[in-house]
């Protein structure tokens, strides 16, 4: 009500040709805050944070143990959060079930592939668009996008090679129409060379306008992609940054959590952890 | 000429096992969830089918019309009740609670049944009549009808699962529930349907039983769940044909056994059942060993 809408009418004019050049303000479309997350005793996660902006590819990266799985499944709904939220483009979803969250369009591509191994190809991808949202992705789609996909369609998927496993569990997030992607350690268990071809095809997807949360352990493939980064260390954050804000040794010592790195951002105290 | 008719009789009954076994089958598939309570709620189905045809006279057959819908509302409401509960603690806990649950049924059914046996239409025609091949050979109306339904039940089940898009997640579920739910499958309801189409095809079973023998309170575990178990395991767990199958390998095992000696038909049955153990731990007719 003090907001004077003369004020507001008038000014809009003239600032329309400055919109694009502001820096955006925008509302996060996914949003976790002061995650908390226990794995019996262990902390896996403490108060982790994160904002990822629609159109951004959100790398998190970190080692073995850091917690950046538990932060992917936990925002996905298959961890309980003991505090902090999980918001999709300001609506709250940290009560509702993986599943529930899934047709509003957070959709993970999960660790380890996860296909439904007695059912053919073209079978797992149905049952990704089952509850899809209405958007660009087709089963048809992924097959003009994958163009082996189609000639082996019959196969049953638990016969497909590691890295043709993983490009048709990204096939079958796709068809859902997510709001955000969720990649859980696309690299897992890959040979090297598969792992380059993965993210190599990232870009072209990407492309669609699709906000995506990854989580990395290959830093180098990660960086490839990012547009934002975060590292994890022993369940919290070690560093954040767009890649080009931040150094190699940087993301070294953040990774790795080495000693004598005071230049790292977002230090919690030691003291936080119990016993 | 008799042991042809003995294998004849026992490859018709093995229709009725897999009226037993297909859905404990089913669920174990989905679920991994092996119901003790199975066979005792076919037998409750059986005692529906005594209820209605005597409260509203329709005619006999015509029974499953209301047994196989209630059954199924069963299933699915114990499913997502008391066995998703047991589940939720553990595949262990659903044994107990199958089990608690088998105790309580057989009980209940005492109480307000008495443990006389009942039949369901004795005396009709279907019940009592065959057809005569020769002088020797003899086949019940009963068990051929019995064999059609069964094979018409298996057949729907394995269109339903195979050809539909539901079928696509239940099996889809059934291999990974969590990358299901990731997909947006809300796998309890699944769990529900599954269980609601495990109950449908006992229900019919126990109506089956009901005309074919006598039902009475303790029929569920002494008789149904035993030779469903025997049947799935022959067959090969989480297969549908092979419950079929393993019904027949039981049914004319069963049968040559009473040829060589008339007590010796259960035996007979269950020694073929040890030797699969023995030798074919997988069943018979699966192709993959597990998972």
Known sequence: MTLPAGELAGSSSPLDSTEAVRPPTRRPLLEAADLTVYHGQLRALDSISLRVHPGEVYAIIGANGAGKSTLLRTIAGLHHATTGSVRLDGADVTGLRPERRARLGIVMVPEGRRLFGSLSVEENLKVGARYARPGPWTVERVYETFEWMRDRRDQQAAQLSGGEQQTVAIGRALVANPRVLLLDELSLGLAPVVVQRIYGMLPQILATGLTVLLVEQDVSQALRVATHLQCLLEGRTTLEGRPDEVTADQVEAAYFGLAGTASIPGEGSESSWPG | ?291
Request: aromatic share 8%; with cysteine; hydrophobic share 55%.
């Open chain 2, 1 to 291: 000429m008799a042991w042809v008719n003995a294998i004849i009789q026992g490859l018709l009954t093995g229709g009725l096992y897999a009226l037993f076994a297909c859905g404990l089958s089913l669920m174990f598939g989905v679920m991994k969830v092996v119901n003790l309570a199975h066979g005792d709620l076919a037998v409750v189905g059986g005692y529906l089918a005594v209820g209605v045809i005597t409260v509203t006279h329709i005619p006999v057959l015509w029974s499953f019309v209301v047994v196989v819908p209630v059954m199924a509302v069963v299933g699915y409401a114990l499913q997502r009740t008391l066995i998703q509960s047991a589940l939720n603690r553990g595949i262990l806990t659903t044994l107990i609670v199958t089990l608690g649950l088998s105790m309580v049924i057989e009980n209940a059914l005492l109480q307000f049944f008495s443990a006389d046996t009942r039949g369901i239409g004795a005396g009709m025609t279907l019940v009592t009549g065959s057809v005569r091949l020769g002088s020797q050979i003899e086949l019940p109306y009963l068990l051929l009808l019995i064999f059609a339904v069964a094979v018409a039940v298996l057949l729907g089940l394995q269109y339903f699962l195979s050809g539909s898009s539901y079928g696509r997640l239940i099996r889809a579920v059934a291999d990974d529930r969590e990358a299901a739910q990731l997909s947006g499958a809300d796998y309890r309801h699944v769990f529900g349907i599954a269980a609601a189409l495990a109950l449908g095809t006992v229900a019919l079973g126990g109506v089956a039983y009901g005309m074919y023998q006598n039902l009475d309170p303790t029929a569920g575990t002494d008789t149904i769940l035993l030779f469903a178990f025997v049947a799935v395991v022959i067959g090969g767990l989480g297969s549908l044909w092979g419950t079929l199958a393993g019904g027949i390998v039981l049914g004319v095992a069963q049968q040559i056994g009473a040829q060589i000696n008339i007590s010796d038909e259960l035996l007979a049955g269950y020694l073929v059942f040890l030797l699969v153990l023995v030798l074919r731990p997988q069943g018979l007719f699966t192709r993959r060993a597990s998972s």
